[in-house]
């Protein structure tokens, strides 16, 4: 059958002991005892909840609310979450979209653990070395389990920095509505005229989404959880925020008590700061703010130059039948999963990869565990700040070089984060030996 992100329990294809790999993904469990900075315990149910439209979704709730809980936690910090599933027939994980966590903790069923059965439940424990936005999500048929409400926000606060007004605004699609942290239409957030708001925008749907501010300059501080370098005042730009991905933007909050509208794709949005009626909607601007020269370079930390591994990787449509039935499905250099060749990597290579999408329609590829950082598009060099991504929208036609240092060792997926797409074979591994 197909992945749909997770094996399901006990999937004869991978277990937890990788022939090959130096050492297994139990052996890179952190496995102190030390009380945990952050502690909290997570139910799934399956369950029917309201909307606060009164719309009601038969999906899935994480202590009862979806999204779950936002978990906050200052850089350097343990995390531990315990995760008890209570009624998600299909049994359920969670990962920690973003987060570079130990291999062993980054829940994917049928790779790094089984998925938790009802009744059961499995403890992830990780330091949260890297402040940022992330979110987390069931990583066991993760389309139908993302869709339904299986997911929350998870912000890593910079050390040692002031505490900033910020909100995250957690985009979802529940059936048709466009929700922001679970609701429709405009959401209130105060902040003091004249003020500058962190605003943390996450897109947990399958398709990119295009977010811009009404009423307000704003700059582009953070993608994936990683800081511009320099970033520069836009007004009047949209930017796309990839399925799995994050922006951060940073908005200056009207001085005169106006407020700024930040849309969320048109149809949802927060007005930040308004005392009195909120700034009217606004169409999508026509230019849309590209990453590849957006702030200033700064140093990579590693030199690309001197890589020790390279991957040609292309992303394909394949019409096929697949256990019978006929369909239309994705491949990576003209495999679908499982027959993806591992992309083999040793610990300290400089790895690039060339990534070319053929298939007729845009990709949010997504690598665990790791960070790339974007070289070029279509053979134009990156001229901004470092562009570094977890979640890169590739779209059809286009070729991107990105580079990474193995650094995090074990088995890694790399998949596809329209999580429909994902099911229908758009999985390819990364393995260290
Ligand atoms: Cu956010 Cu493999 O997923
Ligand atoms: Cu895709």
Not at 8 to 19: E, K
Not at 31 to 57: I, N, Y
Not at 174 to 193: F, L, M, Q
């Amino acid at each position: 059958g197909t992945p749909d992100l997770g094996g399901g329990p006990g999937d004869p294809h991978m277990g937890h002991s990788m022939p090959g790999m130096t050492r297994s993904v139990d052996e890179l469990r952190d496995t102190s005892t030390a009380p945990a900075a952050v502690a909290v315990t997570l139910v799934a149910r399956k369950q029917v909840f309201r909307l606060p439209t009164g719309e009601q979704v038969d999906g899935f709730t994480l202590n009862g609310e979806s999204p779950g809980p936002e978990l906050r936690v200052v850089q350097g910090q343990t995390v531990q979450v315990r995760l008890v599933n209570e009624s998600v027939p299909d049994g359920v994980t969670l990962h920690w979209h973003g987060m570079d966590v130990p291999n062993a903790d980054d829940g994917v069923a049928g790779v790094t653990q089984d998925a938790v059965r009802p009744g059961g439940e499995f403890t992830y424990r990780f330091v949260a070395k890297d402040a940022g936005t992330y979110w987390y999500h069931s990583h066991q048929v993760a389309n139908p389990q993302v869709q339904g409400g299986l997911f929350g926000g998870l912000v890593v606060a910079p050390r040692g920095a002031p505490a900033e007004p910020e909100t995250t605004a957690l985009v979802h699609h529940y059936g048709s509505n466009r929700t922001v942290d679970g609701r429709t239409g405009d959401t209130a957030v105060a902040a003091a005229p004249g003020s500058r708001m962190r605003v943390r925008v996450v897109n947990t749907d399958n398709g990119p989404m295009s977010t811009w501010v009404t009423g307000a300059a704003f700059r582009l501080v953070a993608i994936d959880g990683t800081d511009v370098h320099g970033p520069a005042t836009v007004s009047g730009q949209a930017v796309t925020v990839t399925a799995g991905g994050r922006a951060d933007l940073d908005v200056d909050v009207p001085a005169d008590g106006s407020g700024a509208r930040v849309e969320m794709g048109g149809d949802a949005a927060l007005i930040v700061g308004a005392t009195g009626a909120p700034p009217p909607h606004s169409a999508k601007p026509a230019v849309t703010l590209d990453p590849l020269s957006y702030g200033t370079p700064s140093p990579l930390g590693f030199d690309p130059a001197r890589a020790t591994r390279n991957f040609d990787y292309t992303v394909g449509r394949w019409p096929g039948f697949v256990d019978g039935q006929p369909g239309v499905w994705w491949t990576v250099n003209g495999k679908m999963w499982p027959d993806v060749p591992m992309f083999v990597v040793s610990e300290g290579d400089v790895v690039r990869v060339r990534i070319a999408n053929t298939s007729g329609e845009v990709h949010p590829m997504h690598l665990h565990g790791h960070h790339a950082v974007v070289l070029a598009r279509d053979g134009v060099a990156a001229t901004g700040s470092p562009w570094w991504v977890d979640t890169l929208d590739v779209a059809d036609g286009a070729t991107y070089d990105v580079a990474f240092v193995a650094d995090n060792p074990g088995i890694w997926m790399d998949h596809c984060h329209n999580l429909k797409h994902a099911a229908e074979g758009l999985v390819a591994h990364l393995m260290y030996t």
